[in-house]
C-alpha cells in the first residue's frame, strides 16, 4: 500500500479508472466525476446522456451503475491509504449528484482484504459464454452473501425449483426485449463495431445462445441473424443468486450497486466468473413476480450467474480525462 495521501492528478486517475471499470447496464457507463479540492470531495454523477430509457425507464439502473462504480472508487482509496467516507444522496437539491465520496483522512490501518478487491478490479469481466459444470462451494457462496450484507442488500441462493421459475421469467422478459421495437431498437444501438467511442457492448463480446433454450441469454443482436454467433451449450444447472434490498427508493437502488460490485470482485477473488441476467427487471410486472414471497417482503434488483469459466475479455472503457469534470 502507498503511503502518499496527496489528492493529486496521479491519485485522481487512480481512482477514477477503478471506479470506470464497474459494470454498467449496456456497458452505458453513465457516471461524471468532479473534484472539489478544496474540502477533498470527489463527487460521483449521473452522466443521463447515456441512459438507456427504454430498458431503465425509472433510472433503476442507472443508479445500480453509478453505485458499483462508487464502490470501486471506495476500494482504491482504501487500498491508496485514505478512509473515504461516502454519502449517497447527500444533496436533495442535486438529484444527479449521487454520491459524494470524503478524502482527508489516511486509515488507522489497512483493511483486510482490500489489496485483493483492488486486483480484482482490473480482472472482473462479464462472462457471456458457457460456463463449466462445477458447482461454486458453499464456502464461497457464503463470502459472496456476506459481501452483500455488508453493502445492505441480500443475495438469495434459491434451489432447482425457484431457479427454474426464475429462469422461465427471464426467458418471458428475453422474448419481450426481443420483439419490442423500443427495447430492441435501443439494445441494438449500444453494440458497438470498428472504430466505435469506448462504451457499449463490442460485436465480439456478445456471446451465444443456450443451444436448449434452457438458460435465456440476453439476445444483443435483436433477432439479427447475420450476427449471431452459433449457438452453445451451456450448464444445465446454473447457479443463480438474487440481489435484493428492502426498500426500492433511488438509495436502495445505489445501494444494489454497492453490493452487486462487491459480490463480483469477491466472487473473481475466488475465480468465479459471473454474468449479469437483468432481463426480467426491465418489465415492472416480472420484476414483481420475481419476488420470492415465501422469503417476506423485498425488491429484486437483479440475478447473477455464478460459474467457472475464461476469464473474459475486457469492454472498453472511457478514460479519465474523459469522466471528469472541473470543481
Known amino acids: 500500500m502507498t503511503t502518499t495521501l496527496t489528492l493529486d492528478a496521479p491519485a485522481l486517475e487512480k481512482l477514477v479508472s477503478a471506479a470506470v471499470a464497474a459494470p454498467s447496464i449496456h456497458n452505458s457507463q453513465p457516471w461524471r466525476f468532479r473534484l472539489q479540492p478544496d474540502i477533498s470531495i470527489l463527487e460521483v454523477r449521473a452522466?443521463?446522456?447515456?441512459?438507456?430509457?427504454?430498458?431503465?425507464?425509472?433510472?433503476?439502473?442507472?443508479?445500480?451503475?453509478?453505485?458499483?462504480?462508487?464502490?470501486?472508487?471506495?476500494?482504491?482509496?482504501?487500498?491508496?491509504?485514505?478512509?473515504?467516507?461516502?454519502?449517497?444522496?447527500?444533496?436533495?437539491?442535486?438529484?444527479?449528484?449521487?454520491?459524494?465520496?470524503?478524502?482527508?483522512?489516511?486509515?488507522?490501518?489497512?483493511?483486510?482484504?482490500?489489496?485483493?478487491?483492488?486486483?480484482?478490479?482490473?480482472?472482473?469481466h462479464t462472462i457471456r459464454t458457457p460456463f463449466a459444470a462445477k458447482p461454486v462451494p458453499p464456502a464461497v457462496l457464503d463470502e459472496l452473501a456476506a459481501a452483500a450484507r455488508s453493502e445492505d442488500a441480500v443475495l438469495h441462493l434459491p434451489g432447482h425449483d425457484e431457479t427454474?421459475?426464475?429462469?422461465?421469467?427471464?426467458?418471458?422478459?428475453?422474448?419481450?426485449?426481443?420483439?419490442?421495437?423500443?427495447?430492441?431498437?435501443?439494445?441494438?444501438?449500444?453494440?458497438?463495431?470498428?472504430?466505435?467511442?469506448?462504451?457499449?457492448?463490442?460485436?465480439?463480446?456478445?456471446?451465444?445462445?443456450?443451444?436448449?433454450?434452457?438458460?435465456?441469454?440476453?439476445?444483443?443482436?435483436?433477432?439479427?441473424?447475420a450476427e449471431h454467433q452459433a449457438p452453445a451449450t451451456f450448464e444445465a444447472e446454473p447457479r443463480i443468486a438474487v440481489l435484493t434490498t428492502e426498500h426500492d427508493t433511488p438509495r436502495d437502488w445505489l445501494r444494489a450497486g454497492l453490493a452487486l460490485e462487491h459480490v463480483l470482485l469477491a466472487a473473481t477473488v475466488h475465480g468465479v466468473r459471473a454474468s449479469l441476467l437483468h432481463q426480467a427487471m426491465e418489465w415492472p410486472y416480472l420484476r414483481w413476480e420475481a419476488r420470492d414471497p415465501h422469503r417476506g417482503p423485498g425488491y429484486v434488483q437483479i440475478l447473477i450467474r455464478l460459474g467457472y469459466g475464461p476469464e473474459g475479455a475486457p469492454t472498453p472503457r472511457l478514460g479519465a480525462k474523459d469522466v471528469v469534470d472541473q470543481g
Open 47 to 124: 452522466d443521463r446522456s447515456r441512459a438507456v430509457p427504454a430498458a431503465d425507464p425509472q433510472g433503476r439502473a442507472l443508479h445500480i451503475s453509478v453505485g458499483a462504480a462508487v464502490l470501486n472508487l471506495r476500494i482504491a482509496a482504501r487500498h491508496l491509504g485514505w478512509a473515504p467516507d461516502v454519502r449517497l444522496l447527500p444533496d436533495p437539491a442535486e438529484p444527479d449528484l449521487f454520491a459524494a465520496v470524503r478524502l482527508d483522512t489516511a486509515a488507522a490501518a489497512p483493511l483486510p482484504g482490500t489489496d485483493k478487491l483492488y486486483e480484482a478490479i482490473w480482472h472482473r
Open 164 to 225: 427454474a421459475r426464475l429462469l422461465h421469467l427471464t426467458a418471458e422478459a428475453e422474448r419481450r426485449n426481443t420483439t419490442d421495437e423500443a427495447q430492441r431498437t435501443e439494445s441494438r444501438s449500444w453494440i458497438r463495431t470498428g472504430d466505435a467511442p469506448p462504451y457499449g457492448i463490442p460485436v465480439d463480446a456478445l456471446g451465444p445462445q443456450d443451444r436448449s433454450g434452457h438458460l435465456p441469454m440476453r439476445d444483443f443482436s435483436a433477432l439479427h441473424a
